[in-house]
């Protein structure tokens, strides 16, 4: 009989499970994941199935990573009435950074709410991440990647977890506007690292017509996210690790073009609209702005 935990994955995410499934046996999984989606408790499923299945999925386990009493399992999240992660919750898992795993393949680490990770706990966090002691996997989890610290989501491979069973009327997840909305911004992205002027009226004519919702922007804006990220990490991690691998051309294009101080300038830039998003600034705005300011950096 499966755990709960398991039934709850299945139901929700069956396309990333046989994702990962797929990863595990190919030895190919990463080190680092940042799991983006509604429901904290069905992503908070997703990340106890991977675990289980690293850790080696028996009954024993699925009960010990349920109960939170697996050794190699540690599950972190902000402790009411608290609504963030603390820094002595992350040096409270020092220990644990710092060794190796007692019975598995892998240390694992599932930090819930990441997007509240006060600037200190961040700070220590990067430290465990840039330097593991051994094999590890983090999964972090979080509503909003736009609300996660930039120098924790660029490191990460973002996963966007979309449930299944979810309801479909705000139509996000109509395969046919995901589909030229991501053409629209693949444009889009190319033009402005191309630095060329087309690019603001792109914005105007193309990107904000498109956009429809709130729901809808914040997508297009993880997806810019991931495109910014990508252009950092290619050439450093496998290209099936990429958010869009169907984009390497334009990767090594930009990598021949431009070196990695104008690259990580640009991809500031763009994550620099996480703030400008709390002022009282149209998308629109934003977006003529970004284009300009990223633009400039690559022209630096």
Do not use: C
Request: proline share 5%; no cysteine.
């Amino acid at each position: 009989m499966l755990p709960d935990f398991a039934t709850i994955a299945q139901k929700n995410y069956p396309a990333q499970l046989a994702h990962f499934n797929d990863l595990l046996q190919q030895d190919k999984l990463s080190h680092l994941y940042l799991f983006v989606g509604p429901s904290q408790s069905a992503k908070l499923a997703f990340s106890r199935y991977i675990a289980w299945q690293v850790v080696h999925a028996d009954e024993r386990n699925a009960l010990r990573i349920t109960e939170n009493e697996h050794p190699d399992v540690h599950i972190t999240a902000p402790i009411p009435p608290a609504t963030s992660l603390k820094v002595a919750q992350i040096r409270d898992l020092t220990p644990e950074f710092v060794t190796t795993a007692t019975e598995s393949p892998r240390k694992i680490f599932i930090l819930d709410a990441v997007e509240t990770l006060t600037a200190s706990a961040a700070n220590s966090l990067l430290k465990f991440i840039e330097e593991p002691a051994g094999p590890q996997l983090i999964m972090m989890l979080t509503e909003n990647m736009s609300d996660v610290l930039p120098t924790i989501r660029s490191r990460a491979q973002v996963v966007q977890l979309a449930s299944a069973i979810a309801s479909d009327d705000d139509g996000l997840m109509d395969g046919d506007w995901q589909k030229q909305t991501q053409l629209v911004l693949f444009k889009w992205f190319e033009l402005m690292m191309q630095r060329r002027i087309e690019a603001f009226a792109f914005v105007q004519t193309k990107i904000i017509s498109q956009l429809n919702d709130t729901k809808q922007q914040q997508l297009f804006l993880n997806w810019l996210h991931e495109l910014a990220r990508d252009t950092i990490v290619y050439g450093q991690i496998p290209d099936d690790r990429l958010a869009f691998p169907n984009l390497i051309g334009l990767y090594k294009t930009l990598r021949q073009r431009y070196d990695m101080y104008r690259l990580v300038k640009a991809s500031d830039e763009v994550f620099a609209d996480d703030k400008l998003r709390k002022v009282n600034l149209s998308l629109q705005a934003r977006l003529e702005k970004m284009t300009l300011d990223v633009i400039i950096a690559l022209g630096e």
